[in-house]
């Protein structure tokens, strides 16, 4: 059998089938999919599809329908839905040529960038067929050979064009009965059914039809009662309404009219007592033939006073509603998202940190000042939404602020499809966002305060944990000494050391107790301080008398004064507790040297206190937890931990600073520094 004879077979065999289809179904789309079907087995192609223009974006296409043979990849797959018109196709298409390519590979390209798209689609021989509508081309049927080249005959290009006539031609019949057919239904059934009351009248003014609402304001139990009602007869118009009635396009008007007295029977110059008076609204409008010349009136009616109680209360309505919103921060929008046109609430611009002037930019525009891990998810959202699978979208995202890129505010979103119809060039999405701002705020002081709780109870724990131990050890010593004070027959020397031990450990206990009434105190802001005057050298000869008996042997404690008179305002017992506390400290860790205890102004208003000391030095990794509370560089040596983090509390109090220099074996210097107050006195004999 020859080709050209295959060709016949194959025109008679889908021309048939295709009318067939014509007489005996409605289902359009699976016609076509069995004729694209007869099409791909004839050519042993690897796929077949009919591409259409966007209607609203007529510089895009679409593709309608597309069949594949086992193993090939669809030609949509990697691109949108719809994408750009190449205009190698189209320039041939619109002038009403085929795009022929008997061989991609051999053949002589005058465009290498439709070579190229071939090439990404697998396509070796290729043929487009345009598709007419209404004198212009709406697209075009495409055949991609995929192993091998083919040269297209006349025939096959004859057949095809005719295939894609009919089928178009179907399809354009089968759209027309359908949207006939349910637009008279649906006409009927709004007629009959809406909420206005609706009136038909022939052109000398004779009523021919009436809704039920119609019925029902006029107060009209039957639509033969109504039947001798004539509109250019009627006392309740006037005659120069009337004649805009017959002259005029639309003519709005409204009469008063006594309910339960049937229409033609209407007086308005005799007032009825014993009826109800109503005010009615109508609006009339001319119907014309297909000659131009008036055919019937069309009257839309409705009971005024109802109206403006319902107007009135729908105002209201929406006034709460504008209001809720408002104060909820709930913005709405709805987003075509194949050209990004749409509409928006004030609200919603609003929440996105867009003025509402925005809107001529196109309102998908919010994209760009999304976070980009928010933006990916929006775009995950809109390519699937494009492929036509049914998602939602339900997350907190983040919005650029205006003029801080690295600052975002918090919207909590949700998306929906409410539209789908590509073919026509519309994949709606619906959008609520919720500003929620205040309740981030809310999340992390809520677990601000949830990690400062789990500090605070670590905190207890650990500070019962060590005062626990702290109070037993000195307890233990006075409680076991004591005991064996009694005994008379222990030699004096030995009680002399007992009485000794027992002694240190009462000052220990004190001091113990002393440490934690402070940070009580100073937790609570109840901790005193009195500003008075202040010899600075006296505190420093204090604090040194007050350790001379501490240190240990072959330890020598120095004043460092370097003014022979100085005085300050400020409180000297808080002072000197923190001085005690730094040379307590450098009592107990050093062995050997001196210990020095001093002050120098750094600036004119400002003097630091220091004490420096010859012992073990502190490591460079422990210094920056040395104020902290309960921090012990040697946990054999007695102490609560609590002394260094009060005299920072009091030092911050004072409005000072202090820290500590220190080298590991070759000693360390504690150091506060504090503003001089007014009053500050230094002389210099």
């Given at each position: 059998?020859?080709?050209?004879?295959?060709?016949?077979?194959?025109?008679?065999?889908?021309?048939?089938?295709?009318?067939?289809?014509?007489?005996?179904?409605?289902?359009?789309?699976?016609?076509?999919?069995?004729?694209?079907?007869?099409?791909?087995?004839?050519?042993?192609?690897?796929?077949?599809?009919?591409?259409?223009?966007?209607?609203?974006?007529?510089?895009?296409?679409?593709?309608?329908?597309?069949?594949?043979?086992?193993?090939?990849?669809?030609?949509?797959?990697?691109?949108?839905?719809?994408?750009?018109?190449?205009?190698?196709?189209?320039?041939?298409?619109?002038?009403?040529?085929?795009?022929?390519?008997?061989?991609?590979?051999?053949?002589?390209?005058?465009?290498?960038?439709?070579?190229?798209?071939?090439?990404?689609?697998?396509?070796?021989?290729?043929?487009?067929?345009?598709?007419?509508?209404?004198?212009?081309?709406?697209?075009?049927?495409?055949?991609?050979?995929?192993?091998?080249?083919?040269?297209?005959?006349?025939?096959?290009?004859?057949?095809?064009?005719?295939?894609?006539?009919?089928?178009?031609?179907?399809?354009?019949?089968?759209?027309?009965?359908?949207?006939?057919?349910?637009?008279?239904?649906?006409?009927?059934?709004?007629?009959m059914t809406m909420p206005i009351g609706l009136c038909l009248y022939d052109k000398d003014g004779?009523?021919?039809?009436?809704?039920?609402?119609?019925?029902?304001?006029?107060?009209?139990?039957?639509?033969?009662?109504?039947?001798?009602?004539?509109?250019?007869?009627?006392?309740?118009?006037?005659?120069?309404?009337?004649?805009?009635?017959?002259?005029?396009?639309?003519?709005?008007?409204?009469?008063?009219?006594?309910?339960?007295?049937?229409?033609?029977?209407?007086?308005?110059?005799?007032?009825?007592?014993?009826?109800?008076?109503?005010?009615?609204?109508?609006?009339?409008?001319?119907?014309?033939?297909?000659?131009?010349?008036?055919?019937?009136?069309?009257?839309?009616?409705?009971?005024?006073?109802?109206?403006?109680?319902?107007?009135?209360?729908?105002?209201?309505?929406?006034?709460i509603i504008s209001l809720t919103a408002d104060f909820a921060q709930l913005g709405y929008s709805?987003?075509?998202?194949?050209?990004?046109?749409?509409?928006?609430?004030?609200?919603?611009?609003?929440?996105?940190?867009?003025?509402?002037?925005?809107?001529?930019?196109?309102?998908?525009?919010?994209?760009?000042?999304?976070?980009?891990?928010?933006?990916?998810?929006?775009?995950?959202?809109?390519?699937?939404?494009?492929?036509?699978?049914?998602?939602?979208?339900?997350?907190?995202?983040?919005?650029?602020?205006?003029?801080?890129?690295?600052?975002?505010?918090?919207?909590?979103?949700?998306?929906?499809?409410?539209?789908?119809?590509?073919?026509?060039?519309?994949?709606?999405?619906?959008?609520?966002?919720?500003?929620?701002?205040?309740?981030?705020?809310?999340?992390?002081?809520?677990?601000?305060?949830?990690?400062?709780?789990?500090?605070?109870?670590?905190?207890?724990?650990?500070?019962?944990?060590?005062?626990?131990?702290?109070?037993?050890?000195?307890?233990?010593?006075?409680?076991?000494?004591?005991?064996?004070?009694?005994?008379?027959?222990?030699?004096?020397?030995?009680?002399?050391?007992?009485?000794?031990?027992?002694?240190?450990?009462?000052?220990?206990?004190?001091?113990?107790?002393?440490d934690i009434l402070d940070l009580s105190k100073l937790e609570a802001g109840t901790l005193e301080?009195?500003?008075?005057?202040?010899?600075?050298?006296?505190?420093?000869?204090?604090?040194?008398?007050?350790?001379?008996?501490?240190?240990?042997?072959?330890?020598?404690?120095?004043?460092?004064?370097?003014?022979?008179?100085?005085?300050?305002?400020?409180?000297?017992?808080?002072?000197?507790?923190?001085?005690?506390?730094?040379?307590?400290?450098?009592?107990?860790?050093?062995?050997?040297?001196?210990?020095?205890?001093?002050?120098?102004?750094?600036?004119?208003?400002?003097?630091?206190?220091?004490?420096?000391?010859?012992?073990?030095?502190?490591?460079?990794?422990?210094?920056?937890?040395?104020?902290?509370?309960?921090?012990?560089?040697?946990?054999?040596?007695?102490?609560?931990?609590?002394?260094?983090?009060?005299?920072?509390?009091?030092?911050?109090?004072?409005?000072?600073?202090?820290?500590?220099?220190?080298?590991?074996?070759?000693?360390?210097?504690?150091?506060?520094?504090?503003?001089?107050?007014?009053?500050?006195?230094?002389?210099?004999?």
């Amino acid at each position: 059998m020859t080709k050209n004879s295959d060709s016949r077979d194959i025109y008679q065999k889908t021309m048939s089938k295709a009318l067939e289809r014509i007489l005996h179904t409605d289902d359009i789309q699976e016609a076509l999919t069995d004729v694209l079907q007869d099409v791909l087995k004839h050519f042993k192609a690897g796929r077949v599809a009919v591409m259409s223009t966007v209607k609203r974006n007529p510089g895009f296409q679409y593709c309608v329908m597309e069949v594949l043979a086992e193993g090939v990849s669809s030609s949509m797959s990697g691109r949108e839905d719809s994408f750009p018109k190449h205009p190698w196709w189209y320039d041939k298409l619109e002038a009403g040529e085929c795009v022929i390519v008997n061989d991609a590979e051999t053949q002589k390209w005058d465009d290498p960038s439709a070579y190229e798209l071939l090439k990404s689609l697998g396509t070796r021989a290729h043929l487009g067929v345009p598709i007419s509508r209404y004198s212009h081309i709406s697209g075009f049927l495409a055949i991609d050979i995929i192993d091998r080249p083919y040269e297209w005959s006349k025939a096959d290009i004859m057949w095809l064009k005719d295939l894609t006539n009919l089928m178009m031609l179907w399809r354009r019949l089968q759209k027309s009965r359908n949207e006939a057919s349910m637009e008279r239904s649906k006409l009927e059934k709004v007629l009959m059914t809406m909420p206005i009351g609706l009136c038909l009248y022939d052109k000398d003014g004779n009523i021919s039809f009436a809704n039920d609402r119609a019925m029902a304001v006029f107060g009209v139990k039957s639509f033969k009662d109504a039947k001798r009602f004539n509109i250019f007869k009627s006392a309740l118009l006037s005659e120069d309404t009337k004649k805009r009635i017959r002259e005029e396009e639309m003519v709005d008007a409204s009469f008063e009219y006594n309910y339960g007295i049937l229409p033609f029977e209407q007086n308005v110059t005799k007032q009825e007592h014993d009826v109800m008076r109503i005010n009615i609204m109508a609006r009339y409008s001319k119907i014309y033939d297909p000659y131009g010349e008036v055919k019937a009136y069309l009257v839309a009616y409705m009971d005024k006073t109802r109206e403006q109680n319902n107007s009135q209360k729908i105002h209201e309505l929406d006034e709460i509603i504008s209001l809720t919103a408002d104060f909820a921060q709930l913005g709405y929008s709805r987003i075509n998202v194949i050209d990004n046109t749409g509409y928006a609430t004030k609200q919603w611009y609003k929440n996105n940190n867009m003025s509402f002037d925005d809107s001529s930019k196109g309102i998908a525009d919010f994209v760009d000042i999304l976070h980009p891990d928010d933006r990916l998810v929006s775009d995950d959202f809109r390519n699937a939404v494009r492929q036509g699978k049914n998602v939602r979208l339900n997350r907190r995202m983040r919005i650029r602020r205006p003029g801080k890129p690295d600052e975002w505010d918090y919207l909590q979103v949700y998306s929906v499809v409410t539209k789908y119809e590509p073919q026509y060039g519309v994949i709606e999405i619906s959008t609520i966002t919720q500003s929620v701002n205040h309740q981030v705020k809310l999340e992390h002081s809520l677990m601000k305060a949830k990690e400062e709780a789990e500090k605070a109870d670590k905190l207890k724990s650990a500070f019962l944990a060590n005062m626990s131990h702290e109070i037993r050890t000195p307890l233990n010593a006075i409680v076991g000494f004591s005991q064996m004070l009694c005994h008379n027959d222990l030699p004096t020397t030995e009680k002399n050391e007992m009485m000794k031990i027992v002694e240190e450990n009462n000052e220990l206990l004190l001091q113990l107790i002393s440490d934690i009434l402070d940070l009580s105190k100073l937790e609570a802001g109840t901790l005193e301080f009195v500003e008075k005057d202040v010899d600075v050298n006296s505190v420093c000869r204090a604090v040194a008398s007050s350790i001379e008996m501490k240190v240990k042997e072959g330890v020598k404690v120095i004043v460092d004064c370097p003014r022979q008179d100085c005085h300050i305002k400020s409180d000297p017992n808080r002072i000197k507790q923190v001085l005690i506390n730094f040379a307590s400290n450098a009592s107990k860790f050093t062995d050997k040297g001196h210990i020095i205890i001093g002050y120098h102004f750094t600036t004119p208003d400002r003097i630091r206190f220091f004490v420096e000391d010859t012992g073990i030095g502190i490591p460079e990794d422990k210094k920056a937890k040395i104020f902290e509370r309960f921090v012990k560089l040697n946990t054999f040596v007695q102490g609560t931990g609590l002394g260094l983090q009060i005299s920072k509390e009091i030092v911050t109090c004072l409005g000072g600073i202090i820290g500590v220099e220190s080298e590991p074996g070759e000693g360390s210097m504690f150091w506060f520094e504090i503003p001089v107050k007014n009053g500050v006195k230094v002389t210099v004999k």
